[in-house]
Nanobody, 123 residues
Framework: QVQLVESGGGLVQAGGSLRLSCAASGRTLSSYAMGWFRQAPGKEREFVAAITWNGGSTYHADSVKGRFAISRDNARNTLYLQMNTLKPEDTAVYYC????????????????WGQGTQVTVSS
């Protein structure tokens, strides 16, 4: 069984930065692609970014491209999301997840979700 624990969320002013972490336990995740999703109140959970098992390739949603960067440290079994130039519309609960099979941006392709960390961006 895999446990994922997100951290690093908080309240930040527009234009600020945060770095989210997702620590995994119970199984090494070095052979799995992983991703970040977010869910704002009243909205569907949406894809933010994904990374291949070795970090060789990354994918970012158009809404965060150029501002967010996904990375991983397999030695630490940890996934990261560096978020810069934050906007109020980035306010959401951010989740990390392990990719199982299917499309990279497809929520249904992911399993083993964390509990989420709240990010609030004030204007």
């Amino acid at each position: 069984q895999v446990q994922l624990v997100e951290s690093g969320g908080g309240l930040v002013q527009a234009g600020g930065s945060l770095r989210l972490s997702c620590a995994a336990s119970g199984r090494t995740l070095s052979s799995y692609a992983m991703g970040w999703f977010r869910q704002a109140p009243g909205k569907e959970r949406e894809f933010v970014a994904a990374i291949t098992w070795n970090g060789g390739s990354t994918y970012h949603a158009d809404s965060v491209k150029g501002r967010f960067a996904i990375s991983r440290d397999n030695a630490r079994n940890t996934l990261y999301l560096q978020m810069n130039t934050l906007k109020p519309e980035d306010t959401a609960v951010y989740y990390c997840a392990v990719h199982r099979s299917g499309g990279t941006t497809d929520r249904a392709a992911y399993g083993y979700w964390g509990q989420g960390t709240q990010v609030t961006v004030s204007s």
